[in-house]
Every structure is written in structure tokens, then in C-alpha cells.
């Protein structure tokens, strides 16, 4: 589904922006966040391009501590029969992405000089029905315990 590629794209391009905190000075990435003006216009952008294209109708990027947390809308509404094969494509789409994922949370831990760095990407539909939510940090997928 190109609809789950879009939103690994977003993922990653999300967290380029967030790249751009190395050196403030702030001990989390919610600090850094909520303290530096060029990446929040940096990300306020990023939601607003895929906002603008089809198939993601809303982009929430935030953090809470260590963790980038983005929320995506995406422009479907799952029924019974459809919610599990909306599920399982973006199950795909990121497990074909976490090298990626990894090297980049990895990457934004070096340049930011912040441990344990986590991203949690949740995508829900029209009606907020949950179709992914995965945290990961530079090993992989974190597992809930």
C-alpha cells in the first residue's frame, strides 16, 4: 500500500527534523522540543506537507521526555473486514523500515548527546480506530513489559 510508505517517509523525515536540536543544550527531547524555535517551524512544516497530501489527514508531532511521538491520521475508515489488512500493512511497512529507524534514533542520540532515545509512531483512521502504535529505539522495536 503506497499509503504506508508515505508514512515511513513521514517517520523518517521527521526525525531528520529533529536532528537539528543537537547542541541546544537541553536534557530531553521534550525540553529541546519545546525550547527551540527553528526545529518546532522545521516540524510544524513537516506535519503540514503531509498533512497537504493524499491519504494522511492529520500529523501530530510531539515528545514527552525521551520519546518523539508522532500520531497520524490516515484519510480511511476501516471496517470489520478491513481493519486487520490496514494492520498488517503497516506491520510490513515498518518492519521493512527498522534498519532505518535504528540508524536514525542511533544517529539522533549521537547528535543530540541524549541516552535512550525512543520513537512511538501510532497511526489510527477516521475514526481513531488504532492500526499501528510500535515504540522503537536504536536496537529495534521496544517491547512493553
Given at each position: 500500500?503506497?499509503?504506508?510508505?508515505?508514512?515511513?517517509?513521514?517517520?523518517?523525515?521527521?526525525?531528520?527534523?529533529?536532528?537539528?536540536?543537537?547542541?541546544?543544550?537541553?536534557?530531553t527531547?521534550?525540553?529541546?522540543?519545546?525550547?527551540?524555535s527553528d526545529?518546532?517551524s522545521?516540524?510544524?512544516?513537516?506535519?503540514?506537507?503531509?498533512?497537504?497530501?493524499?491519504?494522511?489527514?492529520d500529523?501530530?508531532?510531539s515528545a514527552?521526555?525521551n520519546?518523539?511521538?508522532?500520531?497520524?491520521k490516515?484519510a480511511?475508515?476501516?471496517t470489520?473486514?478491513?481493519?486487520d489488512?490496514y494492520?498488517?500493512?503497516?506491520?510490513?511497512?515498518f518492519?521493512?523500515?527498522?534498519?532505518?529507524?535504528?540508524?536514525?534514533i542511533s544517529?539522533?542520540?549521537?547528535d543530540?548527546?541524549?541516552?535512550?532515545?525512543?520513537?512511538?509512531?501510532?497511526?489510527v483512521d477516521?475514526k481513531?480506530v488504532?492500526?499501528?502504535?510500535?515504540?522503537?529505539?536504536?536496537?529495534?522495536e521496544?517491547?512493553?513489559?
Amino acid at each position: 500500500m503506497k499509503r504506508t510508505m508515505k508514512i515511513t517517509a513521514l517517520v523518517m523525515a521527521a526525525l531528520m527534523a529533529v536532528m537539528m536540536l543537537a547542541g541546544c543544550g537541553a536534557k530531553t527531547l521534550e525540553e529541546k522540543l519545546n525550547s527551540d524555535s527553528d526545529t518546532k517551524s522545521e516540524i510544524e512544516k513537516i506535519e503540514k506537507q503531509y498533512e497537504a497530501q493524499s491519504g494522511i489527514d492529520d500529523v501530530d508531532i510531539s515528545a514527552k521526555e525521551n520519546t518523539l511521538i508522532m500520531k497520524l491520521k490516515v484519510a480511511v475508515t476501516t471496517t470489520d473486514t478491513t481493519v486487520d489488512v490496514y494492520k498488517n500493512a503497516f506491520v510490513s511497512s515498518f518492519k521493512n523500515s527498522e534498519s532505518s529507524l535504528k540508524s536514525a534514533i542511533s544517529d539522533l542520540e549521537d547528535d543530540t548527546k541524549i541516552d535512550g532515545v525512543k520513537m512511538q509512531v501510532i497511526v489510527v483512521d477516521q475514526k481513531d480506530v488504532e492500526l499501528f502504535n510500535k515504540t522503537y529505539d536504536k536496537n529495534g522495536e521496544v517491547t512493553s513489559k
